[in-house]
Structure formats: structure tokens, C-alpha cells
T-cell receptor, first 114, second 111 residues
Framework: DAGVTQSPTHLIKTRGQQVTLRCSPKSGHDTVSWYQQALGQGPQFIFQ???????QRGNFPDRFSGHQFPNYSSELNVNALLLGDSALYLC?????????????FGPGTRLTVL | KNEVEQSPQNLTAQEGEFITINCSYS?????LHWLQQHPGGGIVSLFMLSSGKKKHGRLIATINIQEKHSSLHITASHPRDSAVYIC?????????????FGTGTLLAVQP
């Protein structure tokens, strides 16, 4: 079992560009959550996908959008990149939405916006 | 005030010392997670607990639901334990298991 995988591992973009990050959940997991971790901070919840629908969203602008595919993998899209979007983007997967379900994290994608 | 507070923010210990990291939260939770993150790296789940105490090797996690407080203990600390330790909570109720994170405790264990 490969666990949660994310791609790419690192990415450099310039302001105004668009970026797509990808996440494949752990085998058997159907729920994917995305988090943004700025340097020196704890991760902040962006949104969560289950059954191909966005189930909950954190306090992020509409420039942040996502998608979940029938195989449960997910994409995070960020449009009109700002310098402040530079962060580690983490994906976590679980088997369902229940709070008692353990979550597994991917290695993250380090996004740098110049 | 953050919903999840950790202390201390930074901790330096000598190899072999007993270490305690504390986490307090102000919301109703379904579970509390202790996570480990090495510099530049992803996050590894250490414990998920909703009551009592769990032990894995040299790591022990406890939670007091009434006091809304949890502790992570490391016995016989080793330089390889150097990392950021993060407390996170899953909110009680609602159709989501999103996590709210503390800002982390940076632990450095010196040989």
C-alpha cells in the first residue's frame, strides 16, 4: 500500500499563474481533505471531498477550488496566484467523514510563488 | 484565541530526558490527534485518542476530556525525536472530520 501520495513534490510559479496539485488517497479511503501550511504555522483546512462533492470548506477565497474523481483521487486548483499562497499543501485521506476515522497524510507539495 | 493551543512552542532537551508537550482546546471534539512533522516533510500520525491513554514505544499520549487537555510524553528522548509535534482536534458532530491544528512544538534533542 503506497499510502497517500501527492504530486508534484515541489513547484515554483509566478504571481497570477494557476496551479493544480494532485492527491491519491490511501487504498480503501474515500474522503480527501486539503490543508495549507504556511511556514512556521499549523495547517489550515481548505476543503474536504467525499463522494465527489465538496462537503466542507474553510476560510479560503474562491481562487481555491477542487475536484474529486470517481477513483477518489483529488485535485486542488489555485488561480491568480499570490505571493501569500506560498506554502506546503497537504492532503489527508480517511475512510469516511466520521470523526473517529483515522486520517493519513501525504508528503505534501511545496508551492513557491515568486 | 486559537481553538487549539500548544505549549511550549519551542523545547530543547538533552538526550535521555523525559519530555512533555501540552495541548489545550476550547471546542467539543470527536478525537484528538498527535502528529509529527520533520523539517520540510509531511505529517505522520502518532496517536488518535478520544479518552484515556495510549502508548507506542517511548511515546505516551493522554487526554482529559473534562479539562479539555492532552499531553504527549516522550521517555528516554533521542536526537532522532527532533521534529515538530502538532496537536489537532476533530470537531464533535457535523458531517466532517476536518482537523483544527495547533501551531506545533519544535523539539530539539541534543546528544
Amino acid at each position: 500500500d503506497a499510502g497517500v501520495t501527492q504530486s508534484p513534490t515541489h513547484l515554483i510559479k509566478t504571481r497570477g499563474q494557476q496551479v493544480t496539485l494532485r492527491c491519491s488517497p490511501k487504498s480503501g479511503h474515500d474522503t480527501v481533505s486539503w490543508y495549507q501550511q504556511a511556514l512556521g504555522q499549523g495547517p489550515q483546512f481548505i476543503f474536504q471531498y467525499y463522494e465527489e462533492e465538496e462537503r466542507q470548506r474553510g476560510n479560503f477565497p474562491d481562487r481555491f477550488s477542487g475536484h474529486q474523481f470517481p477513483n477518489y483521487s483529488s485535485e486542488l486548483n489555485v488561480n491568480a496566484l499570490l505571493l501569500g499562497d506560498s506554502a506546503l499543501y497537504l492532503c489527508a485521506s480517511s475512510a469516511g467523514l466520521a470523526g473517529y476515522n483515522e486520517q493519513f497524510f501525504g508528503p505534501g507539495t511545496r508551492l513557491t510563488v515568486l | 484565541k486559537n481553538e487549539v493551543e500548544q505549549s511550549p512552542q519551542n523545547l530543547t532537551a538533552q538526550e535521555g530526558e523525559f519530555i512533555t508537550i501540552n495541548c489545550s482546546y476550547s471546542v467539543g471534539i470527536s478525537a484528538l490527534h498527535w502528529l509529527q512533522q520533520h523539517p520540510g516533510g509531511g505529517i505522520v500520525s502518532l496517536f488518535m485518542l478520544s479518552s484515556g491513554k495510549k502508548k507506542h514505544g517511548r511515546l505516551i499520549a493522554t487526554i482529559n476530556i473534562q479539562e479539555k487537555h492532552s499531553s504527549l510524553h516522550i521517555t528516554a528522548s533521542h536526537p532522532r525525536d527532533s521534529a515538530v509535534y502538532i496537536c489537532a482536534v476533530g470537531l464533535y458532530g457535523g458531517a466532517t472530520n476536518k482537523l483544527i491544528f495547533g501551531t506545533g512544538t519544535l523539539l530539539a534533542v541534543q546528544p
